[in-house]
T-cell receptor, first 114, second 114 residues
Framework: NAGVTQTPKFQVLKTGQSMTLQCAQDMNHNSMYWYRQDPGMGLRLIYYSASEGTTDKGEVPNGYNVSRLNKREFSLRLESAAPSQTSVYFC?????????????FGPGTRLTVT | AQSVTQLGSHVSVSEGALVLLRCNYSSSVPPYLFWYVQYPNQGLQLLLKYTSAATLVKGINGFEAEFKKSETSFHLTKPSAHMSDAAEYFCAVSDRSAGNMLTFGGGTRLMVKP
């Protein structure tokens, strides 16, 4: 049981390049999330998918797109990278329903845009 | 709209001393509250969560937190700090929707001196 996995772990891009961050979970969770972490700002939600087949914008969606490929996988795409997108990106997943469900986090992708 | 404020971006304690990390929240509905810990170069892992069952919540590694509605606070404590507690700690509030979205505070880095 690997939990939440993310690839790649590190990436350096030049301004204007594109890339896709991959995320997969093996806990049969319905909901998945993408966050970015910047110093002093905590984690900010980029996009989330409450269930397979749905995606919604979070707090900071500009410059990003997402795809919920199936129940297990949720990818984040940067179409034209900018230096302001230099950050650590975390994927998370959780159960969904009326209870209190914590989110489980992957190890992160450290992205530098030059 | 929800928000979380963590007072003190850096806290330093001596080994064996009391740890107190502060968290205040605002929420338009009765909140679900979480504390997460992040060790260097890792993802976040859950320390504890408040679900309205009891105001004093015990978590892993000897940490606990007390929910105080009148003060809109959920401070994290540990009676005796250990060197292994050095990490960054995040308080988060859930919107209790089907999307189970979390709003995070800016984080507090705990340093433990020998």
């Amino acid at each position: 049981n690997a939990g939440v996995t993310q690839t790649p772990k590190f990436q350096v891009l030049k301004t204007g390049q594109s890339m896709t961050l991959q995320c997969a979970q093996d806990m049969n969770h319905n909901s998945m999330y993408w966050y970015r972490q910047d110093p002093g700002m905590g984690l900010r939600l980029i996009y989330y998918s409450a269930s397979e087949g749905t995606t919604d914008k979070g707090e900071v969606p500009n410059g990003y797109n997402v795809s919920r490929l199936n129940k297990r996988e949720f990818s984040l795409r940067l179409e034209s990278a900018a230096p302001s997108q230099t950050s650590v990106y975390f994927c998370a997943s959780s159960e969904r329903g009326t209870g209190v469900y914590e989110q489980y986090f992957g190890p992160g992708t450290r992205l530098t845009v030059t | 709209a929800q928000s979380v404020t963590q007072l003190g971006s850096h806290v330093s304690v001596s080994e064996g001393a009391l740890v107190l990390l502060r968290c205040n929240y605002s929420s338009s509905v009765p909140p679900y509250l979480f504390w997460y810990v992040q060790y260097p170069n890792q993802g976040l892992q859950l320390l504890l969560k408040y679900t309205s069952a009891a105001t004093l919540v015990k978590g892993i590694n000897g940490f606990e937190a007390e929910f105080k509605k009148s003060e809109t606070s959920f401070h994290l404590t540990k009676p005796s700090a250990h060197m292994s507690d050095a990490a960054e700690y995040f308080c988060a509030v859930s919107d209790r929707s089907a999307g189970n979205m979390l709003t995070f505070g800016g984080g507090t880095r705990l340093m433990v001196k020998p």
